[in-house]
């Protein structure tokens, strides 16, 4: 149980075009689900808070409107990397947090973005 | 605010030999901690967890980690390692609607 799924696995689109990626709660209901950024050989950075029916809670320097992100149900997170450019280019994951008070988050695969 | 800190940036071990990872953290409340292992390119895997009770927790793969509050470290350990266990090991530690990562540490096993 406590799965959670991420789509697409990797995306390769051009600088100026957004790109959207998917989160998914496949056997719960996610009333949190929080995005993270990796880059290669370093730690998970935290992004955004998502909460279902409600906005998206930014971490200190990450551009809201750059980042679009949307939790318009209990099991589906969406991130939107608007107008992406190369250093956009990075390991994006996702995780969500089961309904009921609960510390543990369950992560997806995670999303693999190039911008050329 | 909570964090963690893990010392090791990367660890050569061979294989059959022990393993041993550090994390020390930094809270001010009963810490919930989790060991995370993510291997490249891909997602994390949980490992084990420390919420409360018994301050040895057995894991998934051989794994176990000795949580130890007087030196605020919750060390993770494994008896053999196998060459599988290459591979990026997290430390995290759980505040209300957070979660907190180490740096992680990088595990090369040699033949």
């Known amino acids: 149980g406590a799965v959670v799924s991420q789509h697409p696995s990797w995306v390769i689109c051009k600088s100026g075009t957004s790109v959207k990626i998917e989160c998914r709660s496949l056997?719960?209901?996610?009333?949190?689900m929080f995005w993270y950024r990796q880059f290669p050989k370093q730690s998970l950075m935290l992004m955004a808070t998502?909460?279902?029916?409600?906005?998206?809670?930014?971490e200190q320097g990450v551009e809201k409107d750059k980042f679009l992100i949307n939790h318009a149900s209990l099991t589906l997170s969406t991130l939107t990397v608007t107008s992406a450019h190369p250093e956009d280019s990075s390991f994006y994951i996702c995780?969500?947090?089961?309904?009921?008070?609960?510390?543990?988050?369950?992560f997806g695969p995670g999303t693999r973005l190039t911008v050329t | 605010a909570q964090s963690v800190t893990q010392p090791d940036i990367h660890i050569t071990v061979s294989e059959g030999a022990s393993l041993e990872l550090r994390c020390n953290y930094s809270?001010?409340?009963?810490?919930?901690l989790f060991w995370y292992v993510q291997s490249p390119g891909q997602g994390l895997q949980l490992l084990l967890k420390y919420f409360s009770g018994d301050t040895l927790v057995q894991g998934i793969k051989g794994f176990e980690a000795e949580f130890k509050r007087s030196q605020s470290s919750f060390n993770l350990r494994k008896p053999s390692v196998h060459w599988s266990d290459a591979a990026e090991y997290f430390c995290a530690v759980a505040a209300p609607g957070k979660l907190s990562f180490g740096a992680g540490t990088t595990v090369t096993v040699r033949a």
């Open positions: 809270y001010g409340a009963t810490p919930y």
């Open positions: 998502s909460n279902e029916g409600s906005k998206a809670t930014y």
């Open positions: 056997d719960f209901q996610a009333t949190t």
């Open positions: 995780s969500a947090v089961p309904a009921g008070p609960s510390y543990e988050q369950y």
